[in-house]
């Protein structure tokens, strides 16, 4: 994958949604606010380690496949 030098590992949208979860999860679980810059450095480190091996064709293919088992089974019917 080729970046542009000067991008951002995580861009904003990203960074974003890391601190609006690792919030929630300190709130969840009662956590010291100061362990936020902690958890929101281990999630962003997390997704970095993860971006290689992301291929959004599976992804997409895996959820699709997903919605479609889940209305399957909820509506009571069963794939062969």
């Known amino acids: ?6 991008a951002p590992i995580v861009d904003k949208v990203a960074l974003r949604s890391i601190h609006i979860a690792v919030n929630a999860f300190i709130r969840k679980f009662n956590l010291p606010k100061g362990d936020r810059d ?6 962003a480190l997390h997704l970095i380690q993860k971006v290689e091996s992301f291929d959004p064709t599976v992804g997409s293919h895996a959820q699709s496949h ?3 088992n889940h209305r399957s089974v909820s509506s009571g019917y069963q794939m062969a």
Request: no cysteine.
């Open 38 to 43: 902690d958890l929101i450095q281990d999630v």
């Open 66 to 68: 997903h919605q479609h």
């Open 1 to 6: 994958m080729l970046v542009p030098r000067n």
